[in-house]
């Protein structure tokens, strides 16, 4: 992030800071403060459309109103509130494995913070100072107040990165600056403009004293308060730290700090230097305007991953930070990133094989099919069909008309052998067969002395072959005659080739007639 | 009902669910989805590989047999000289032929060549000239014998029968390749 805001909410006021990070160091790139009007009328802040929202209070509407002056509406801030409502205590306790550090110094610290554990966030900053001796300070505030705080700030529309004490920010502010020196014990006096003052002694990176006291606006009675608590706190810190004595103290905040320097100077007979911030880069900026932003400056340092000196205390619970957009983008990139490598596995290991399989299978059938008949591809599917429906029929056409072809010498020559003397055969009609669907009354005409041809239009039962045979036969014996017929109806039955030929072969009709004065029997035998 | 609090963590979790539901659709639909309409397609066209080549085989078996079935048969311009050639084979057998009237009919491919035959000849005269006919090539269909004795006093006409058949045979419409196997 090149840009932070911080936003300090005050009892009386809200001050708002955006910094950027340059290669000379931090630099404010706006600030704005704006007061809060306690009596003043809620206001409903309208959105793109038009529409209103839940009405603003006092505090949101101060907040609202410093980020628009700053035009950060909607960013990410870092805030701070009144060092009057957040509780900071320091205390010894064994040093403790880092794995139970958490949760003992929490109950530890329940003896020291005002507030009910179950009702207050807290977060601490340990360091071992001695052999088995760590040195806490914990920082606590109310849920309540903290619930408030955060309302007010997203109800101005800001996104809360963190909430923090105000000694934090302070710290960070003057180390930014490069105006800590390597001094080993610091004090920070932040005033501000509802007269509370909020001192800060720490030593080593440890916060050992952190607490507030109230100006009346006397400017005698003041002074001799301001001297009386601030030298208290100075001997308070002399016996936490065991000796340690404070050297410099750094002065924020709002008020004509230059004559509280001087005259705490003197009061303190010049043993403690007593300084305000300087910032080189920012000439134009009034140094009282610039001194009663610093807690926010310090606030928007820390979005700019400037840290503090007195530690990074985060009193924003886990669950109700917002994280930084940089690190979900990162968290989403390597969301992505990770979908996509475990589908491309997916796809390369599971999905791909099956494919290669199916094309191979589809290769290994096809391959050696085409080398051996490169026409097998150049056809559709449809051609190939038509193709076959089209040669089935040619070929059962064919097929059909080479089965039906009949052996006529064959049949006549079984007729011709054993026919007996007596008979006398005048037509022999072989009909149907040879595939024709025509009879031949219908293509040609009969012969003559033919009487066969009634029975032509008649389908017989093997495939449409009709036998007709007509004749006479004389033995002087209508009875002998008659024999002699029947007896050969009989012998051409069960010829083997006239069996296949025809079904059924019958002697149809006989008669007596007369020719030439010989009485002779014609016949009719049908083989169907 | 509770006041159930929707943190920022929560808000940013559910962000972070909802972006990975996006982007396992978006990895799914462009990543998994395409190998199921791909492995579809190659299902199919396994099948119809499968097909395509039993429908090649069928088709050059039938094609191999639509040859033999009509390596006998004779083309369309055949059709003079083979008429020709019956009545020639009638001479040769004694067929005393009367008339010889040849019709060719379109039946599918091919074309019906059917001779109509009437004359005269002999019981055996006729079994010689089927028995020819028979084994003739192009294959002939012999159909509608009709074998009638002829009544007369003379000598000439003694043993004689009228006859009447028909001969077929399909005539190939295109010339066919002939291999010189």
Redesign the interface.
């Known amino acids: 992030m090149s840009k932070g805001v911080g936003v300090y909410i005050g009892r009386n006021e809200v001050i708002a800071v955006s910094a950027v990070r340059t290669a000379a160091g931090p630099q404010i790139k706006a600030f704005a403060s704006e007061p809060i009007q306690a009596g003043a009328p809620e206001e409903s802040p309208e959105d793109a459309g038009g529409s209103k929202h839940k009405p603003l209070n006092p505090e949101a509407l101060a907040i609202r109103k410093v980020l628009e002056k700053i035009h950060e509406q909607g960013s990410f801030v870092t805030a701070a509130v009144s060092p009057s409502l957040v509780a900071t205590r320091h205390f010894v306790m064994p040093a403790i494995p880092k794995k139970d550090e958490s949760r003992a110094i929490l109950n530890e610290a329940t003896r020291y913070i005002p507030f009910k554990l179950s009702d207050s966030i807290m977060d601490y900053n340990a360091r071992v100072t001695l052999k088995n001796v760590s040195s806490v300070t914990v920082t606590a505030i109310r849920q309540e107040v903290l619930q408030t705080s955060l309302d007010d700030l997203r109800a101005a529309s800001a996104k809360v990165l963190m909430i923090e004490p105000v000694y934090c920010a302070v710290g960070r502010a003057f180390s930014a600056i490069r105006m800590l020196t390597t001094v080993k014990t610091q004090g920070f006096v932040v005033l501000q403009s509802d007269g509370n003052v909020h001192v800060t002694f720490a030593s080593n990176g440890i916060v050992y004293l952190s607490r507030d006291f109230l100006l009346s606006w006397n400017s005698d009675e003041d002074k001799s308060r301001f001297t009386d608590e601030l030298r208290a706190s100075i001997d308070y810190f002399f016996k936490l730290t065991g000796g340690e004595v404070l050297t410099q103290i750094f002065l924020a905040g709002a008020g004509d700090l230059k004559l509280w320097a001087e005259h705490l100077e003197n009061a303190f007979n010049y043993t403690i230097r007593f300084d305000s911030a300087s910032f080189p880069d920012e000439k134009n900026i009034p140094p009282e305007v610039l001194h009663s932003a610093l807690v926010a400056f310090g606030l928007a340092l820390r979005s700019l991953n400037y840290p503090s000196p007195l530690g990074d205390i985060k009193l924003l619970p886990k669950e109700d930070r917002k994280s930084e957009p940089v690190k979900i983008m990162t968290f989403l990139a390597v969301e992505c990133a990770i979908l996509a490598i475990l589908f491309a596995l997916a796809r390369l290991v599971i999905f791909q094989p099956i494919l290669t399989n199916l094309k191979n299978e589809n290769a290994a059938i096809l391959g050696p099919a085409v080398l051996e008949n490169p026409s097998l591809m150049s056809q559709s599917m449809q051609e190939l069909r038509t193709e076959k429906d089209a040669l089935n029929p040619r070929i059962e056409q064919l097929g059909a008309f080479l089965q039906t072809k009949e052996s006529p010498s064959a049949l006549l020559s079984v007729l011709g052998q054993g026919l007996p003397l007596s008979i006398a055969l005048d037509q022999i009609s072989l009909g149907g067969g040879g595939g024709s669907e025509a009879s031949p009354a219908e293509s040609m005409p009969p012969p003559e002395g033919s009487v066969s041809s009634g029975r032509k239009g008649k389908k017989s039962k093997k495939g449409g072959k009709q036998l007709t045979l007509k004749g006479v036969c004389y033995l002087g014996s209508a009875e002998k005659e008659t024999n002699v017929v029947s007896g050969w109806v009989q012998t051409l039955a069960s010829r083997k080739i006239l069996s296949d030929y025809y079904s059924e072969i019958k002697l149809e009709d006989v008669s007596r007639e007369k020719i030439r004065e010989r009485s002779m029997t014609r016949f009719s035998i049908v083989g169907d | 009902m509770a006041n159930i609090q929707i943190?920022?963590?929560?808000k940013?979790l559910a962000?972070?669910i909802a972006?990975?539901v996006g982007?396992?659709a978006v990895?799914?639909h462009f990543?998994?989805s395409p190998?199921f309409s791909?492995?579809v397609f190659?299902?199919q066209?396994?099948r119809?590989?499968?097909?395509?080549?039993e429908?090649?085989k069928?088709?050059?078996r039938?094609?191999d047999?639509?040859q033999v079935?009509?390596q006998p048969?004779a083309g369309l311009t055949a059709r003079s000289s083979l008429v020709g050639k019956i009545s020639d084979i009638a001479s040769k057998n004694k067929i005393d032929v009367q008339a010889i009237t040849p019709k060719t009919i379109p039946?599918?491919?091919?074309v019906k060549l059917?001779i109509?035959i009437?004359g005269q000849a002999s019981?055996?005269s006729?079994?010689?000239f089927?028995?020819v006919?028979?084994a003739l090539e192009p294959?002939?269909?012999?159909?509608?014998?009709?074998?009638?004795?002829?009544?007369g006093t003379g000598k000439k006409t003694k043993g004689i029968l009228?006859?009447?058949?028909?001969l077929?045979t399909?005539l190939l419409k295109q010339a066919r390749g002939r291999s010189n196997a």
């Open positions: 943190r920022e963590q929560h940013e962000i972070k972006v990975g982007l396992c990895f799914f990543l998994i190998v791909r492995s190659l299902r066209q396994l119809e590989s499968h097909e395509r080549l429908l090649f069928e088709v050059g039938l094609k047999e639509l079935t009509e048969f039946e599918g491919e091919y059917r109509e009437t019981y055996f006729m079994i010689q089927f028995k006919m028979e294959p002939m269909s012999i159909g509608d014998v009709s074998l009638s004795r002829q009544f009228k006859v009447q058949f028909y077929e399909y």
